[in-house]
């Protein structure tokens, strides 16, 4: 079991959905957690959460589009736990919307959290790190539409591209201070924000899991742990990666053979 203990790490959207359940998983391993997002209450719940599991966490609530309030939001991180050793970026915006119908506005929110907000928390975090002296590593939550495309998320799907761009360059360019920056990409999870965001009712929800070989969304805690694997030195000699934890998905679905909600068909499990 990979250990975080002693670290201290920034992770944003850390309110809800995989965000909360990484600030969680981090917080079990040993780690101090700032969680940084736009509302409040689902911050401070995350930390009266860690704080109850006896860990240490700070809620800072800012939007990363902001780039002094991520300034901020870093600075506060060092003054409560006194180190940083990296950064989970998680926070995102998304819905679903037919690329002519996308307005200027639409497009410009969800690349400015996705892109603009990365590069903001990104280079805020790795600064005072190269500044401290202190390695660490980068985690970034990007979707398998970064490469393959998928009709309706073209800003989303745009800005993920740009972020495994972003990781890319800097794992080479930073790996000399021995910061490591690597991808973690779900598939389908079963998280309120991406509900209400990309399968709103029952139909939905049914067609994204008939794409999905393994026939289930995954959980925001099973993506937790990944991302708490790559931050961890057992990840020591990766960077530039991209974990890929879809059920299959992004592999495309399958021509011959039964369909993948048959009936007939084992689910696997979550364990
Ligand atoms: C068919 C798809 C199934 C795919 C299955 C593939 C596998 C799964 C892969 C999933 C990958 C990624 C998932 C996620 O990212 S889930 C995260 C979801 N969470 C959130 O979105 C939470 C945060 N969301 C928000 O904050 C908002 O939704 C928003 C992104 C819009 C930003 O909020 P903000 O307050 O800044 O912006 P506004 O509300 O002022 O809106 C700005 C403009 O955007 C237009 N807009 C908003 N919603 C829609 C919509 N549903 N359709 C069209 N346009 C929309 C809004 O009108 C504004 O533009 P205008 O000023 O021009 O009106
Ligand atoms: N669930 C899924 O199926 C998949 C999700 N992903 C990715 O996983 C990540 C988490 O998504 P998920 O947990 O599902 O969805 P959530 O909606 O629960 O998470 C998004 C988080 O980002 C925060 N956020 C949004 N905008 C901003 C902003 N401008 N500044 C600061 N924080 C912001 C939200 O908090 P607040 O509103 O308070 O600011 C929220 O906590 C995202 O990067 C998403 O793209 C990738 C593939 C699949």
Same mark, same amino acid.
């Given at each position: 079991?990979?250990?975080?203990?002693?670290?201290?790490?920034?992770?944003?959207?850390?309110?809800?959905?995989?965000g #909360? /359940?990484? &600030? $969680?998983?981090?917080?079990?391993? =040993?780690?101090?957690?700032?969680?940084? %997002?736009?509302?409040?209450? !689902?911050l401070?719940?995350?930390?009266?959460?860690?704080?109850?599991?006896?860990?240490?966490?700070?809620?800072?609530?800012?939007?990363?589009?902001?780039?002094?309030?991520?300034?901020?939001?870093?600075? #506060? /991180?060092l &003054? $409560?736990?006194?180190?940083?050793? =990296?950064?989970?970026?998680?926070?995102? %915006?998304?819905?679903?919307? !037919?690329?002519?119908?996308?307005?200027?506005?639409?497009?410009?929110?969800?690349?400015?959290?996705?892109?603009n907000?990365?590069w903001n928390?990104?280079?805020?975090?790795?600064?005072?790190?190269i500044? #401290?002296?202190?390695?660490?590593?980068?985690?970034?939550?990007?979707a398998?539409?970064?490469?393959? %495309?998928?009709?309706?998320?073209?800003?989303?799907a745009?800005?993920?591209?740009?972020?495994v761009?972003?990781?890319?360059?800097?794992?080479?360019?930073?790996?000399?201070?021995g910061?490591?920056?690597?991808?973690?990409?779900?598939?389908?999870?079963?998280?309120?924000?991406?509900?209400?965001?990309?399968?709103?009712?029952?139909?939905?929800?049914?067609?994204?899991?008939?794409?999905?070989?393994?026939?289930?969304f995954?959980?925001?805690?099973?993506?937790?742990?990944?991302?708490?694997?790559?931050?961890?030195?057992?990840?020591?000699y990766?960077?530039?990666?991209?974990?890929?934890?879809?059920?299959?998905?992004?592999?495309?679905?399958?021509?011959?053979?039964?369909?993948?909600?048959?009936a007939?068909?084992?689910?696997?499990?979550a364990?």
């Amino acid at each position: 079991m990979e250990s975080l203990a002693g670290r201290a790490y920034l992770v944003t959207g850390g309110g809800t959905g995989i965000g #909360a /359940a990484t &600030a $969680r998983r981090l917080a079990a391993l =040993g780690a101090s957690v700032t969680v940084v %997002g736009r509302r409040g209450e !689902p911050l401070d719940a995350v930390v009266a959460d860690v704080e109850r599991q006896g860990g240490h966490a700070l809620a800072h609530p800012a939007d990363v589009r902001d780039p002094a309030a991520v300034e901020a939001a870093a600075d #506060a /991180a060092l &003054a $409560r736990f006194g180190r940083l050793d =990296g950064l989970v970026n998680n926070a995102a %915006g998304n819905f679903v919307a !037919p690329a002519e119908r996308l307005s200027a506005n639409g497009w410009r929110a969800v690349v400015d959290i996705v892109l603009n907000g990365t590069w903001n928390c990104t280079s805020a975090v790795a600064r005072r790190m190269i500044e #401290a002296g202190t390695p660490g590593a980068i985690v970034s939550v990007i979707a398998t539409y970064a490469w393959t %495309g998928h009709p309706g998320t073209v800003h989303s799907a745009a800005a993920k591209a740009g972020v495994v761009a972003m990781t890319r360059t800097l794992a080479v360019e930073w790996a000399r201070y021995g910061i490591r920056l690597n991808c973690v990409a779900p598939g389908p999870t079963e998280t309120e924000g991406a509900g209400a965001a990309l399968w709103a009712d029952d139909a939905d929800r049914e067609r994204v899991l008939a794409s999905v070989p393994l026939n289930r969304f995954a959980s925001a805690p099973e993506v937790g742990d990944l991302v708490g694997l790559l931050l961890s030195d057992r990840a020591g000699y990766v960077t530039g990666s991209i974990l890929t934890a879809d059920g299959g998905q992004s592999l495309g679905t399958q021509i011959y053979g039964p369909p993948i909600a048959d009936a007939a068909a084992p689910t696997a499990s979550a364990q």
